[in-house]
């Protein structure tokens, strides 16, 4: 109606045409910024995964056809499979014991003792700041008594990676607290009778689901690509079957590591849909 008046007024209309002025430039230009990172991220991530899979289905001799015996040849070598199956069982017990340890104790800092809350961030995030190489130079004696008392078992590599992946877990959960009113939640359950157990891990925990899962998973993507401590302890994980394996037969070990690769995109896929909260239905009024 103002631009009628203007026009009609003999004056210059000022109201801006559809998909013009500032507003709409600056959001095609944040819309091309977009799409140009994504083009070039996309392809900085999917053409080493192509070249390896080409590598792994390259037949043997000039002008061979394609073919995927790399892909099955890899149930050929059973101390590959078991070192898959170990793997498997370390980013279980990593991801269980590292929320185990650090979910009761970051809630109870955040409830009971906030003053301790930089010297817990101060040891969470201390083994991020020391090498791999390093770490094992102070892990080699601690393990000597831990072969002592509990085996020679590669599984044994789960107290090493608690250690390892604490930072990651730690910031994850940290982010999680943030997001909820902690104190609210724990003074309305303790005054409705809950003890201190049923306020962790029946009122808090599941408010924080989505941090425990990012949390989860970030220990299984870093228990899966652990080679360091593995290997200078002479422990066998699936980095170092690879390894070993890369010696006598490039394209199964290629195929081992982007099937784990391809195993961990799934699981952040399928984590991430377990993850979100479906919407309550809506009831209609009568």
Do not use: K
Not at 98 to 108: A, H, K, N, Q, R
Not at 164 to 173: G, K, Q
């Amino acid at each position: 109606m103002a631009a009628i008046e203007a026009a009609a007024l003999g004056y210059p209309s000022t109201s801006p045409t559809r998909g013009s002025g500032p507003i709409h430039r600056r959001r095609r230009r944040l819309t091309l910024f977009r799409v140009i990172v994504f083009v070039v991220m996309g392809t900085f991530f999917l053409v080493p995964i192509l070249a390896m899979f080409e590598f792994t289905t390259r037949g043997t001799g000039l002008g061979a056809a394609r073919t995927l015996t790399a892909w099955r040849q890899i149930f050929d070598y059973p101390d590959l499979i078991d070192a898959i199956v170990v793997s498997l069982e370390l980013a279980a017990i990593t991801s269980i014991a590292g929320l185990l340890l650090l979910v009761p104790t970051m809630i109870w800092v955040r409830l009971r003792l906030p003053r301790l809350t930089r010297v817990i961030e101060f040891l969470c995030l201390l083994p991020l700041t020391v090498p791999a190489i390093v770490l094992v130079v102070g892990l080699a004696p601690v393990y000597a008594w831990v072969t002592y008392f509990f085996g020679s078992s590669t599984l044994t590599l789960a107290f090493a990676y608690v250690v390892l992946v604490l930072p990651y877990t730690y910031r994850v959960l940290d982010s999680g607290l943030s997001a909820i009113d902690v104190r609210t939640l724990a003074e309305a359950a303790r005054s409705l009778g809950a003890g201190w157990g049923t306020v962790m891990w029946r009122i808090i925990a599941p408010n924080m689901r989505s941090a425990l899962l990012n949390a989860a998973l970030l220990s299984v993507a870093l228990v899966l690509g652990e080679f360091t401590i593995a290997s200078l302890l002479s422990f066998q994980n699936l980095q170092v079957a690879i390894n070993f394996l890369g010696r006598a037969n490039a394209g199964v070990s290629i195929s081992v590591a982007l099937a784990s690769l391809f195993f961990a995109f799934v699981l952040l896929l399928a984590l991430s849909f377990v993850g979100r909260r479906r919407p309550a239905p809506v009831q209609e009024e009568e």
